[in-house]
């Protein structure tokens, strides 16, 4: 298994980034996908669900209303927009399959206030 999560990066408080998971080693478009976050000193901590199809999702209610997470399973990718940041927002992403496989290496998102 393979995952590898890009589109982090440096974003003022208030704006928005589009992580983007690729994802190998499992037939991807039978499996739930979700979206992690650990910040520094704490937990790994769980961020959004998305069902093998896209029917269902599902949010911590920490980002409900402002994160949205989407899957392509033709490209076999996962997404997760992030709208109206926040300080608390930063921490290292990342996406598994849901059984958890192997952790990829996840992808910096850094909110300034």
């Known amino acids: 298994v393979q995952l590898v999560e890009s589109g982090g990066g440096l974003v003022q408080a208030g704006g928005s980034l589009r992580l983007s998971c690729a994802a190998s080693?499992?037939?991807?478009?039978?499996?739930?996908m979700l979206w992690y976050r650990q910040a520094p000193g704490k937990e790994r901590e769980f961020v959004a669900r998305?069902?093998?199809?896209?029917?269902?999702?599902d949010y911590a209610d920490s980002v409900k209303g402002r994160f949205t997470i989407s899957r392509d399973n033709n490209k076999k990718l996962v997404y997760l927009q992030m709208n109206s940041l926040r300080s608390e927002d930063t921490a290292v992403y990342y996406c598994?399959?849901?059984?958890?496989?192997?952790w990829g290496q996840g992808t910096q998102v850094t909110v300034s206030s």
């Open positions: 998305i069902s093998w199809n896209g029917g269902s999702t």
């Open positions: 080693g499992r037939t991807f478009s039978r499996y739930t």
């Open positions: 598994n399959f849901y059984p958890n496989a192997d």
